[in-house]
């Protein structure tokens, strides 16, 4: 009996075993992306992964400048999503993008980030110079870091170049990604940052006064599939979602404009 048995366990787990060997492997797609895209692009993750069974989108979130050179190093990446269009363009020109595959799928501006404490009393950009501030922003290398000092240098427009001598002089520290701008101002560290408008979504504890047309840009968030992408139909698969209606839904949900 007891052979008997253990006949029948075998039999049961090879059949079992053979039930698993039919089953395909998941496809892996392979995501660089701005880190101010981290929400809106982790829902739009799960979403493509609802609609295409079978796909695991393994994101990885860091400054553009980052990624852009992790790509062109040959790190394994199917999609390109850029915070500005310099580092796409430094992509294209590297080889890792071909020109032709790069769309603008979404737009962002720029604000104040403050503690919800506000120790310093900031009201509007004007405040930026006040004196003994901390002030951090992303490095210039940096999409935010790049956009924040040609904010500041359009407020010395009309606020004069004191003005904006005592603001860079209230830089006390350049991240190197916008992330870690919001992380210092949660920390306390810092007593004002500049950051996206989007990335305040991302931090609802924290204060956001938006900037000033006048002084504001507009981002630009191009992406492309890779060159080196090993799985280019189902890479170009996700850009289409990331611009679909849908895709553009859970972007505005999180702060984004719409593409131009």
């Known amino acids: 009996m007891k052979s008997i048995r253990w006949l029948c366990m075998g039999l049961i787990l090879l059949m079992l075993s053979g039930c698993g060997a039919g089953r395909p492997e998941p496809e892996t797609l392979q995501v660089s992306a701005a ?57 294209v020109e590297g080889g890792g993008v071909a020109p032709d595959a790069v769309i ?4 962002n501006r720029l604000a104040i980030v403050l503690p919800a404490d506000n120790p310093a009393r900031i ?15 992303a490095a210039p ?49 810092a007593d004002a940052g500049i950051v996206y408008i989007s990335d305040g979504f991302a931090a609802p ?3 956001l006064i938006p900037i000033p047309d006048v002084f504001n840009l507009v981002a630009e968030y191009p992406i492309a599939v890779t060159q ?18 849908e895709g553009r839904a859970h972007l505005a949900r999180w702060g984004f404009g719409a593409a131009p």
């Not at 809106?40 to 799960?46: E, K, R, S």
């Not at 603008?104 to 737009?107: L, R, V």
């Not at 950009?125 to 922003?137: F, H, K």
């Open 228 to 245: 080196g992408s090993v799985q280019a139909v189902l890479a170009q698969a996700f850009v289409d979602f990331v611009a679909s209606p």
């Open 205 to 207: 504890d924290l204060i």
């Open 104 to 107: 603008i799928f979404a737009t």
């Open 35 to 91: 880190a101010s895209l981290t929400e809106a692009f982790t829902d739009i993750g799960i979403h493509f992964e609802e609609v295409n069974p079978g796909v695991d989108v393994v994101f990885n979130f860091a400054s553009s400048s980052t990624l852009r050179t992790q790509l062109l190093e040959g790190a394994p990446v199917d999609v390109f999503a850029s915070a500005n269009w310099e580092q796409m363009d430094l992509a």
């Open 141 to 189: 290398e940096v999409p935010a870091g790049a956009y924040a000092l040609q904010s500041i240098t359009l407020m010395g427009d009309r606020y004069g170049s004191a003005f904006v001598d005592a603001v860079n002089a209230n830089i006390v520290s350049l991240e190197d990604s916008v992330r870690q701008v919001l992380t210092k101002v949660q920390l306390g560290e």
């Open 123 to 137: 009201a509007s950009e004007e405040d930026l110079a006040q004196p003994g501030l901390r002030l951090v922003l």
